[in-house]
């Protein structure tokens, strides 16, 4: 009740002067909380594999393929990247802040950060792709997704790989850097028996020419 | 000492702007920008982009430090992760051109000691940087909403009195 009470003209005086903008009733906003996450304040991995299928589900509803659906789920994941870049990076020590300025320091950023914040560990692989017609590719490799951990891909859609949200998580952060990219999640796990990482994930980071030669030109000095 | 502040998105759009005076040496908190500049300082914060766009490579700093200038007016840069810039420019009172356009102004007699009188100093650079990183705080924190997209408008009433409140403490 006393938190009735002392909410009930807090909200009042401040619609009078704040033309329309509603209060919560504690009279704490966004710019309220902090920042910082303690360490200890994990998610349950079960609320989240049950909020992702419904994801997907929501994105297979209006879809014609699968690569339209791997499509859906990139785009959903694009904006939490946008934003994971700036939090990620006010939550570094103030010393070692730093914008990442070549495609290494983003991809290394990734690998340890974001995957760090998202995942509780570093992806477990970064690799460039020894193509040399595709020097522009990269790949961040993660042997055992933990979007994937409880989705059954059925047989007929056997080229889908739901860690596509995951891609599109690491393109909002390439493209919010103006690193502009593609990434897209690819499954190379063999099928056979024994076989010690089946749900091996390879996210294909493919960046637009522009990065390429801005990268040549920066190298240069 | 007067002040403008805005945000600038990825594309170059604005997200926010406020204008305010120096709270520091006795300052009411209030612009003093004459009449005929004020409605100069959108061009010459945004004609600084440029500038932005050629330091950004070179320094991996948020902040950029005071990156141009146009007669009496500085502009300093701070430049988010996602590219969104925050520019501030400031315009010391007394001396220059601007300050004489400003006219009589009670202002002009006290700016001498001011930590503005000297735009390009250490304490200035350091008393700027801290408050764009106040701001950089809750401008993450503005995104944060779920209903905050990149590039939109920053509208929220509260997120400008922290901004003013920035003002306030650091400048």
């Given at each position: 009740m006393a938190h009735l009470a002392t909410g009930k003209p807090v909200g009042g005086s401040k619609e009078q002067s704040g033309g329309g903008l509603r209060y919560p009733t504690n009279g704490k906003t966004i710019y309220h909380r902090p920042l910082n996450r303690s360490k200890t304040s994990e998610l349950s991995q079960a609320s989240f594999a049950y909020l992702f299928s419904e994801m997907i589900s929501y994105a297979q509803k209006r879809v014609t393929g699968i690569q339209d659906l791997e499509k859906r789920l990139n785009l959903q994941g694009h904006p939490i990247g946008l934003k994971l870049l700036d939090l990620l990076l006010i939550r570094e020590p103030a010393r070692t802040q730093a914008r990442p300025l070549n495609i290494i320091a983003l991809l290394h950023f990734i690998k340890i950060n974001i995957w760090q914040h998202l995942f509780g560990r570093?992806?477990?692989?970064?690799?460039?792709?020894?193509?040399?017609?595709?020097?522009?590719?990269?790949?961040?490799?993660?042997?055992?997704?933990?979007?994937?951990?409880?989705?059954?891909?059925?047989?007929?859609?056997?080229?889908?790989?739901?860690?596509?949200?995951?891609?599109?998580?690491?393109?909002?952060?390439?493209?919010?850097?103006?690193?502009?990219?593609?990434?897209?999640?690819?499954?190379?796990?063999?099928?056979?028996?024994?076989?010690?990482?089946?749900?091996?994930?390879?996210?294909?980071?493919?960046?637009?020419?522009?990065?390429?030669?801005?990268?040549?030109?920066?190298?240069?000095? | 000492?007067?002040?403008?502040?805005?945000?600038?998105?990825?594309?170059?759009?604005?997200?926010?702007?406020?204008?305010?005076?120096?709270?520091?040496?006795?300052?009411?908190?209030?612009?003093?920008?004459?009449?005929?500049?004020?409605?100069?300082?959108?061009?010459?914060?945004?004609?600084?982009?440029?500038?932005?766009?050629?330091?950004?490579?070179?320094?991996?700093?948020?902040?950029?430090?005071?990156?141009?200038?146009?007669?009496?007016?500085?502009?300093?840069?701070?430049?988010?992760?996602?590219?969104?810039?925050?520019?501030?420019?400031?315009?010391?009172?007394?001396?220059?051109?601007?300050?004489?356009?400003?006219?009589?102004?009670?202002?002009?007699?006290r700016s001498s000691t001011s930590i503005g009188a000297n735009p390009t100093s250490a304490a200035t650079e350091e008393a700027v940087k801290n408050f764009m990183g106040e701001v950089y705080e809750n401008y993450v924190k503005a995104t944060m909403s779920p209903f905050y997209k990149v590039n939109m408008e920053i509208k929220s009433p509260v997120f400008r009195a922290r901004v003013a409140a920035a003002g306030r403490k650091y400048l």
């Open positions: 570093q992806a477990d692989r970064l690799e460039k792709s020894s193509n040399p017609d595709t020097p522009d590719e990269y790949m961040i490799i993660d042997n055992e997704p933990l979007v994937n951990a409880y989705v059954s891909v059925p047989r007929e859609m056997s080229q889908l790989n739901c860690a596509a949200f995951v891609a599109g998580i690491i393109e909002g952060v390439c493209d919010g850097a103006a690193f502009p990219a593609r990434v897209t999640a690819h499954s190379v796990g063999g099928k056979e028996e024994g076989e010690m990482w089946p749900g091996k994930t390879v996210f294909l980071v493919k960046f637009q020419p522009e990065v390429l030669e801005r990268e040549a030109l920066i190298g240069k000095g | 000492m007067s002040y403008y502040f805005a945000i600038i998105g990825t594309q170059d759009n604005p997200l926010f702007e406020y204008e305010f005076g120096t709270s520091k040496q006795g300052g009411d908190g209030q612009p003093r920008f004459s009449e005929q500049a004020r409605h100069l300082n959108q061009f010459i914060l945004h004609s600084s982009l440029d500038i932005v766009e050629e330091v950004q490579w070179t320094s991996n700093q948020l902040y950029l430090k005071a990156i141009d200038k146009f007669f009496n007016n500085y502009i300093s840069c701070f430049l988010t992760a996602g590219n969104t810039k925050f520019l501030l420019l400031h315009q010391p009172t007394g001396g220059g051109a601007a300050a004489a356009a400003a006219g009589g102004n009670s202002s002009s007699t």
